[in-house]
C-alpha cells in the first residue's frame, strides 16, 4: 500500500507511486549532499534540532595500518555542536546495506581519530564551501551564528569529539530493510556516546514530479536517555533567561540594538510565540516557535546580536512552502537578500541591520505566523 496520498479538491486521495532508486551516487549520494536537511535535524534532537555543515563526499579513509586509502564515505557533515555526523546512502535492494556496511561503519566509529584530524576536515570543508562559491567562515556564521570562534577553534572541538567517540553514523536509505533496522536498534541501545540511525527517504512521483518523505528510525527515548547521562558535554554550557539574555546583550551591543531586541521580544511573545532560551557556553539566545510551526521555531536571537531565521522550518508541505516563499519575498521588499543556498536553510542578519526595519519586519512576520 502506498504511504502518501495527494487529496484533490473533490476530497478523494490519490495515491503517490513509489520509486525506488537504481543508481546511489546520483539518487541518493547527490540527493543528499545538495540537501543536507533531508537528514530531519528536528526529529534527531529535538530540543536543539540538527543544523549541517557539509564537510564532503566520497571522502577517502586510510587504512590505519597502512596509511592506504581503503574506503571512502558517502557523506561527511558536522552540526552546530561539532558532532561529526558519516552517512552511508544505500539502495534498499542492495543487500551490502544489511551487511558489509554495517561494519565499515563501525570501523569508522572506532578508528575516526586516526584517519582525521582538525586541519585536514577544516581544509576539506573550505574546499566544499569554495565550490560553492562561500567561504568556511560564511558557513559557519550560518551554522554557529552564536560562535566568536574561528574555523580552527570549531574543528579543534569536532577533533575532539572524534577522539571521545562523540559521532553520528546515519544509514541514508530509500527504504531499510527489516534486519538492518534491527542491527541499528541493538547498537543504538548499546553504544553510549555514538549515536547510530536511520533515515529512510522514500520517494514518490506525481505528475512528472519527484516527492521525498524523510523519516527518522533508531533514536527511542530509552537510548536518548542513555546517552544523555555519558555524552560529553561541551564545557560551561548554561541556561539562558531572560534576564541573563539581556545583561549579556547590554554588555555587548548599542543601546539601539538593545531596545531593538527587547521589542521583538515582546513582539512575539504577543503574538503567540512559544519562547523557547538557549544553552549556549558564552552566548545566550532565544528562538521563537509559533503555534502554527509544529513546535519549530521561526528565528533565534543571540545575544551578540545574530540573528537566523529559521527558513529550513518552512518545508514539509505546499502550505509551509508557500509560506516560505512569502516570507523570502516579504524579506526582499525591505532590502534584505536571501542568497539562493539559504532559502531552504538558516539565514543570518544583524539586528543592527534589522532596527530600522522592525515596523515592516513584524508586519511581515504576523502575516506569516497568524
Known amino acids: 500500500m502506498p504511504d502518501i496520498y495527494v487529496v484533490k479538491d473533490d476530497g478523494l486521495p490519490v495515491p503517490l507511486s513509489p520509486v525506488h532508486c537504481h543508481d546511489e551516487g546520483a539518487e541518493l549520494q547527490h540527493l543528499l549532499t545538495a540537501n543536507p536537511n533531508l537528514l530531519p535535524g528536528d526529529q534527531i534532537s529535538p530540543e536543539d534540532?540538527?543544523?549541517?555543515?557539509?564537510?564532503?563526499?566520497?571522502?577517502?579513509v586510510q587504512d590505519p595500518s597502512t596509511g592506504d586509502?581503503?574506503?571512502?564515505?558517502?557523506?561527511?557533515?558536522?552540526?552546530?555542536?561539532?558532532t561529526p555526523t558519516f552517512a552511508e546512502c544505500k539502495r534498499f535492494l542492495n543487500t551490502q546495506a544489511r551487511r558489509e556496511v554495517v561494519g565499515q561503519m563501525l570501523e569508522y566509529a572506532a578508528?575516526?581519530?586516526?584517519?582525521?584530524?582538525?586541519?585536514?576536515?577544516?581544509?576539506?570543508?573550505?574546499?566544499?564551501?569554495?565550490?560553492g562559491g562561500t567561504s568556511l567562515e560564511q558557513r559557519l556564521a550560518t551554522l554557529v551564528p552564536e560562535s566568536e570562534g574561528s574555523p580552527s577553534e570549531f574543528f579543534a572541538r569536532v577533533e575532539s569529539n572524534l577522539r571521545e567517540g562523540q559521532i553520528r553514523l546515519i544509514f541514508f536509505l530509500e527504504q531499510a530493510p527489516q534486519e538492518l533496522k534491527s542491527i541499528v536498534d541493538f547498537l543504538n541501545r548499546q553504544m553510549e556516546r555514538a549515536e547510530v540511525l536511520i533515515v529512510e527517504a522514500r520517494q514518490f512521483e506525481i505528475n512528472g514530479m519527484r516527492v521525498i518523505a524523510?523519516?527518522?528510525?533508531?533514536?527511542?527515548?530509552?537510548?536518548?536517555?542513555?546517552?544523555?547521562?555519558?555524552?560529553?558535554?561541551?564545557?560551561?554550557?548554561?541556561?539562558?533567561?531572560?534576564?541573563?539574555?539581556?545583561?549579556d546583550v547590554r554588555e555587548r551591543l548599542e543601546p539601539s540594538s538593545a531596545e531593538a531586541l527587547q521589542r521583538l521580544l515582546r513582539f512575539?511573545?504577543?503574538?503567540?510565540?512559544a519562547i523557547r532560551w538557549g544553552t549556549g557556553r558564552v552566548t545566550g539566545s532565544f528562538s521563537a516557535v509559533p503555534k502554527t510551526f509544529d513546535r519549530k521555531s521561526?528565528?533565534?536571537?543571540?545575544?551578540?546580536?545574530?540573528?537566523t531565521l529559521n527558513l529550513v522550518n518552512m518545508a514539509g508541505n505546499q502550505e509551509l512552502d508557500s509560506l516560505r516563499q512569502r516570507f523570502v519575498e516579504?524579506?526582499?521588499?525591505?532590502?534584505i537578500e536571501v542568497p539562493q543556498d539559504q532559502v531552504q536553510g538558516y539565514?543570518?542578519?544583524?539586528?543592527?541591520?534589522?532596527?530600522p526595519k522592525l515596523v515592516q519586519l513584524e508586519k511581515l512576520i504576523s502575516a506569516i505566523i497568524c
Open 111 to 131: 578508528n575516526g581519530h586516526y584517519y582525521w584530524t582538525a586541519d585536514s576536515l577544516r581544509e576539506l570543508a573550505a574546499k566544499t564551501a569554495g565550490r
Open 298 to 307: 521561526l528565528l533565534t536571537a543571540y545575544s551578540n546580536g545574530s540573528i
Open 214 to 247: 524523510p523519516a527518522l528510525f533508531g533514536y527511542t527515548e530509552q537510548a536518548r536517555m542513555v546517552k544523555r547521562s555519558v555524552t560529553v558535554n561541551l564545557p560551561g554550557r548554561r541556561n539562558w533567561n531572560e534576564e541573563t539574555y539581556f545583561a
Open 330 to 335: 516579504g524579506l526582499q521588499s525591505l532590502q
Open 69 to 82: 586509502d581503503r574506503w571512502s564515505i558517502d557523506v561527511v557533515l558536522v552540526d552546530q555542536n561539532a
Open 49 to 60: 534540532p540538527c543544523r549541517w555543515l557539509l564537510v564532503g563526499h566520497e571522502v577517502p
Open 268 to 273: 512575539l511573545m504577543s503574538s503567540g510565540c
Open 347 to 355: 539565514f543570518a542578519v544583524k539586528i543592527a541591520n534589522l532596527a
